[in-house]
Structures are given as structure tokens and as C-alpha cells.
């Protein structure tokens, strides 16, 4: 079982900022930060958004949460967030393969935020927020090579496939790097799969929507593909566990709990939710079944995080959804009788 975070050390009377504060992982982190008594000075949009109502109720939130108006590319914004900070949390990014809305607002993004916590002068560490499409994009890796801290997507791979995405978190990885070096700042870096569990915010993120369209029939058929999976609340402990283990300076760090093929998530979905339209067959029946790759996540298992169970996660993303009305609950065989009755 994942430890407590009750168990953890708490945060000491630190003030931390966490950028793009409202989203799925963020919103998850600020709530652990919160719990384990950090002050957290929170950038978003628009603080009086009501879709941002979630982190004002959460516990702790009334005394020790600060939303701030800040835009990734609005440096003075970021840098005045990040005043007086001693740590900094950088989890938001652009989510689109349109490459000029990725690209560079997610390149220039970071370098502002780490020059930002640089010139703050108290920051002692910058945890970024990558992805595992920095990390596995690449043609030439054999199938038996195991994927960790020490791979990187492959650039021209990407560009060549159109991966605006994995181009820029693997471009905007590279310059955070890069600006840590020049500036003396300590960075860690986490390398999430895709996140699954329960939703904090309104909205539905764009890996909630990946469960959810093999749930409402609006997919029929699955893909002949591999993913990656870990739930979110494991993500949010790995930025925390990162960001208070003094070995884990300099270091990435791969957040995954299993590699799963679609046809294993749907057959999962299929038999904890067989109410719903779970697609069970696949869009191509010609190309062989792809395989999951291997990989390790010795490293954050080293500073002490336990990973849910995949089928739990997809369990409770499901029972999330139902609860926020973004799933119709299935009918019960009894109520469909009252129905016929009535």
C-alpha cells in the first residue's frame, strides 16, 4: 500500500509554488502540500475562476494557500509568485500537438520559472514536471532495453512523426537543464506516465478522457497500442518525496506504475464495470500485437514511493467520474424492473 502522507516529514513551515496550480497532477500536489503543512502560493489563470473552487476548499487551504494570477509567459507575474519561495514546483505545461502552442510556451515557460527562482535568491530546489514522452520516443531503443532515467526521446524522431507533444516536454526538459546549469539551481525532475485516478477538478484532463471514451461508446474499437500508467496520487507523492530527498538533486526520475496494451484496459474496464459499452475489439486486426516495454522505477521506490495498483486506479478514475457526472451511473436490473412497473 502506498505510504500515509501523514507519515511523511511535514513541510517545516516552507513556502512552496506550484505553477498551473489547477490541474490534474497540480491540483493533487497542492492537496499533499497542504496536508503535510507547507504554504502554497499557487499560479493560475484567473485565481476567481470557479473551475479553481476546488483548491480554496481544500483543508488547510483558508490559512496557508495563496492562488496567484500568472501566466507562463508573463515573467514578472511568475517571478512574483515564486518571491520568497523555498521550492518550486513546475508543473505547468501546454497539452496539444499543435507545435506552436507547444512548443515554445512550454520551452520559454520553463526558463522563465527557473530564472524566476534563481533571482528569488530562497528557493533551494525546483522540481519540474516532464514527461515520459521526453524519455521513450525513439525508433532505435531494442526491445529489450529497459527504460530509465538515463534515456531520451529521440528529437528528429519526433518531428518526423509530428509528436508535437513529446518534442516539447523532451525541448523544454533539455532547457530546464540547461538554465539549472547556468543558473546554479538545484532541479530534479519527475518523468510521469500517463496519469489515471480520482478527478479534484470539474473538468475532465486530457488522460481521464483516455479512460472515459471506451466508457460513454464514443470508442468502439481499441487501438494496437501500449501505454504506460501510474495514478496520480503516486505522482504527487514522487514530486514531494523528490523535492525533500537530498540525494535526489540533479536526478530524473521515471514515475510508472505498469505498461499496459489497450486491449489489457478495456478487458480491466470490462470486467470491474461491465454495465458500460467497453469496445472489444480492435482497430487493427493485420500488424502484429504491440508489447509493453520494460522499464524501471527503482529510483523513486529508493526515496520511498509505492505505487497503486493500476486496476485500483482505473477503479476509482471510474467511480470519480460517476460521482462528478461525467459517467451516467449504470442502472440496476432492480431499478430497471421499477422502471418496466411504473
Known amino acids: 500500500m502506498p505510504v500515509d502522507a501523514t507519515a511523511l516529514p511535514t513541510g517545516n513551515g516552507q513556502t512552496v509554488c506550484v505553477t498551473g496550480a489547477g490541474g490534474f497532477i497540480a491540483s493533487w500536489l497542492v492537496k499533499l502540500l497542504l496536508q503535510k503543512g507547507y504554504t502554497v502560493k499557487g499560479t493560475v489563470r484567473n485565481p476567481d475562476d470557479p473551475k479553481n473552487a476546488h483548491l480554496t476548499a481544500m483543508e488547510g487551504a483558508a490559512d496557508r494557500l495563496l492562488l496567484c494570477k500568472a501566466d507562463l509567459l508573463d515573467y514578472d507575474a511568475l517571478r512574483e509568485a515564486i518571491d520568497g519561495c523555498h521550492g518550486v514546483f513546475h508543473t505547468a505545461s501546454p497539452v496539444t500537438d499543435d507545435p506552436e502552442e507547444m512548443v515554445e510556451p512550454a520551452v520559454r515557460g520553463t526558463r522563465y520559472v527557473i530564472h524566476a527562482a534563481a533571482e528569488a535568491g530562497t528557493v533551494g530546489r525546483v522540481v519540474f514536471t516532464s514527461s515520459i514522452g521526453a524519455v521513450t520516443m525513439d525508433p532505435g531503443r531494442g526491445p529489450d532495453v529497459v527504460v530509465d532515467e538515463s534515456c531520451w526521446s529521440d528529437l528528429e524522431h519526433c518531428k518526423n512523426t509530428r509528436n508535437w507533444y513529446c518534442y516539447g516536454k523532451a525541448v523544454a526538459e533539455q532547457a530546464a537543464w540547461e538554465v539549472a546549469r547556468e543558473t546554479g539551481v538545484e532541479l530534479a525532475v519527475v518523468n510521469p506516465v500517463l496519469a489515471l485516478g480520482p478527478l479534484l477538478q470539474p473538468q475532465v484532463n486530457a488522460s481521464i478522457a483516455h479512460i472515459l471514451k471506451y466508457l460513454d461508446g464514443s470508442a468502439t474499437r481499441y487501438t494496437n497500442a501500449v501505454q504506460g500508467y501510474v495514478d496520480v496520487r503516486d505522482v ?86 460517476q460521482e462528478k457526472g461525467h459517467l451516467p451511473l449504470p442502472i440496476s436490473r432492480n431499478n430497471m424492473k421499477m422502471m418496466c412497473y411504473c
Do not use: M, W
Request: net charge positive; glycine share 2%; aromatic share 10%.
Open 236 to 321: 504527487a507523492e514522487a514530486h514531494v518525496r523528490v523535492f525533500e530527498a537530498e540525494a535526489a538533486a540533479g536526478k530524473r526520475f521515471i514515475c510508472i506504475e505498469r505498461v499496459l496494451h489497450r486491449e489489457d484496459v478495456v478487458r480491466i474496464l470490462s470486467k470491474l464495470f461491465p454495465e458500460y459499452p467497453v469496445p472489444n475489439t480492435c482497430s487493427d486486426e493485420v500488424n502484429p500485437r504491440k508489447k509493453p516495454y520494460k522499464f524501471s522505477n527503482q529510483q523513486l521506490k529508493d526515496v520511498g514511493v509505492q505505487f497503486r495498483s493500476v486496476i485500483q486506479s482505473l477503479y476509482d478514475t471510474v467511480k470519480s467520474l
